[in-house]
Nanobody, 117 residues
Framework: EVQLVESGGGLVQPGGSLRLSCAAS????????NSWVRQAPGKGLEWVAS????????TYASRVQGRFTISRDSAKTTLYLQMNNLQPEDTAVYYC??????????RGQGTQVTVSS
């Protein structure tokens, strides 16, 4: 059974940073690609970033390009999302998912990120 547990969200001021983590189990983490998606209040799921296994190639939504970095630690089977220069429009519940550039993979319970002064 695929299990994904996100953590690291919180309240941050505009311009601040957060690092999200996602502990993965129940599938082959080293051969599966993974993504981060988010859901802002009252809106649908939005794809944010993906990392391709096994070569580690990454791709980002234009809205976060240059501010967010997706990475992974295969030994810890953990996915990360470093978020810098956060803006109010980044406020959302963030989920890690299986799959490449998709919003339809298996998801965890999510972690809330709120950007507000």
């Amino acid at each position: 059974e695929v299990q994904l547990v996100e953590s690291g969200g919180g309240l941050v001021q505009p311009g601040g940073s957060l690092r999200l983590s996602c502990a993965a189990s129940g599938f082959n983490f080293t051969t599966n690609s993974n993504s981060w998606v988010r859901q802002a209040p009252g809106k649908g799921l939005e794809w944010v970033a993906s990392i391709y296994n096994p070569d580690g190639s990454t791709t980002y939504a234009s809205r976060v390009q240059g501010r967010f970095t997706i990475s992974r630690d295969s030994a810890k089977t953990t996915l990360y999302l470093q978020m810098n220069n956060l803006q109010p429009e980044d406020t959302a519940v963030y989920y890690c998912t299986t799959g490449w550039v998709t919003i339809y993979g298996s998801r965890g319970q999510g972690t809330q990120v709120t950007v507000s002064s």
